[in-house]
């Protein structure tokens, strides 16, 4: 059975860097998209970064443009978010979710298989 499975989250301070890895297993979403989203308490699910199955394609939300990197490992079936500058308006719990074909896109009705997400807390 396929799964998505977040790690890399944690307690940081405001400036600070952490690297979130998603490995994904089972064949249907080998090489399909696949995108990070996050969910801060008391808000709606947004849209933060999608890779497309090749790997060459990348698309950010505005509000981390500049500061995190998607980026993915064929070889291994995982896709990374490298989050630098974290503010805390970046806390949320951040969920990786993937597709069942190769395009990226920023829609979370797009994505058919989701993680169990992973906190992450920006705090001095």
């Known amino acids: 059975q396929a799964q998505l499975v977040e790690s890399g989250g944690g307690l940081v301070q405001p400036g600070a860097s952490l690297r979130l890895s998603c490995a994904a297993s089972g064949r249907p979403y080998s090489g399909k998209a696949m995108g990070w989203f996050r969910q801060a308490p008391g808000k709606e699910r947004e849209f933060v970064a999608a890779i497309g199955g090749v790997g060459t394609t990348t698309i950010y939300a505005d509000s981390v443009k500049g500061r995190f990197t998607i980026s993915r490992d064929s070889a291994k079936n995982t896709v990374y978010l490298q989050m630098n500058r974290l503010e805390p308006l970046d806390t949320a719990v951040y969920y990786c979710?993937?597709?069942?074909?190769?395009?990226?896109?920023?829609?979370?009705?797009?994505?058919?298989?989701w993680g169990q997400g992973t906190q992450v807390t920006v705090s001095a």
């Open positions: 979710a993937a597709r069942s074909v190769v395009w990226a896109k920023r829609n979370d009705h797009e994505y058919d298989l």
